[in-house]
């Protein structure tokens, strides 16, 4: 399957300041890729849509100027977690999406970036 | 009421046994549905991916789907303790539609 890599593996901060996720699709161009948080024990919540050369799309209840969302190219998305606080410490997981995928329109997920703010 | 219902278990069966997962939904526009296998600490990775109604078998994995019940069900046959991780069912409308994820079972395959 198609490989979708994420940096830094896990981050620790201190509250307030800014940590910035990367998410490379490695071996397929991605026009959208998606951002999830994961609390312990619960399950994906989608936290915005990226599409590459255009605005993310964020989900309700989702701060934008704190999540901040970057798609400047097919195969690199960034999230900027701005003024960091404890209640955001969390695993971030990124998708990418490969229309050409066999002829199946499927998400690839990252491996996560675990985050804890101190 | 949440539109995609997941037992989080944990569901602990020993080696060798039959295990059924399940998930119930209430969105009758879901079309496309798919089992994601997810280790701890890692991100999730994609078994199974149905569309509409029926069976699909790779391996010792078989999804199934029944969109009159709005039920689908993963099986996995001769289970491993490499098998323990948590299964997230997930689903959505249409092509390029957002995903909506249950919120996953627990699985202890014990030796």
């Known amino acids: 399957g198609a490989v979708v890599s994420q940096h830094p593996s896990w981050v620790i901060c201190k509250s307030g300041t800014s940590v910035k996720i990367e998410c490379r699709s490695l071996?397929?161009?991605?026009?959208?890729m998606f951002w999830y948080r994961q609390f312990p024990k619960q399950s994906l919540m989608l936290m915005a849509t990226s599409n590459e050369g255009s605005k993310a799309t964020y989900e309700q209840g989702v701060e934008k100027d704190k999540f901040l969302i970057n798609h400047a190219s097919l195969t690199l998305s960034t999230l900027t977690v701005t003024s960091a606080h404890p209640e955001d410490s969390s695993f971030y997981i990124c998708?990418?999406?490969?229309?050409?995928?066999?002829?199946?329109?499927?998400?690839?997920f990252g491996p996560g970036t675990r985050l804890t703010v101190l | 009421q949440k539109e995609v219902e997941q037992d989080p278990g944990p569901l602990s069966v020993p080696e060798g046994a039959i295990v059924s997962l399940n998930c119930t939904y209430s969105n009758s526009a879901f079309q496309y549905f798919m089992w994601y296998r997810q280790y701890s600490r890692k991100g999730p990775e994609l078994l199974m991916y149905t569309y509409s109604s029926g069976n699909k078998e790779d391996g010792r994995f078989t999804a199934q789907v029944d969109k009159s019940s709005k039920y689908i069900s993963l099986f996995i046959r001769d289970s491993q303790p490499s098998d323990s991780a948590t299964y997230l069912c997930?689903?959505?409308?249409?092509?390029?539609?957002?995903?909506?994820f249950g919120q996953g079972t627990e699985l202890s395959v014990k030796p």
């Open positions: 071996d397929f161009q991605a026009t959208t």
């Open positions: 998708s990418a999406r490969d229309p050409h995928a066999g002829g199946q329109d499927t998400q690839y």
């Open positions: 997930a689903m959505r409308g249409n092509q390029g539609g957002k995903l909506i």
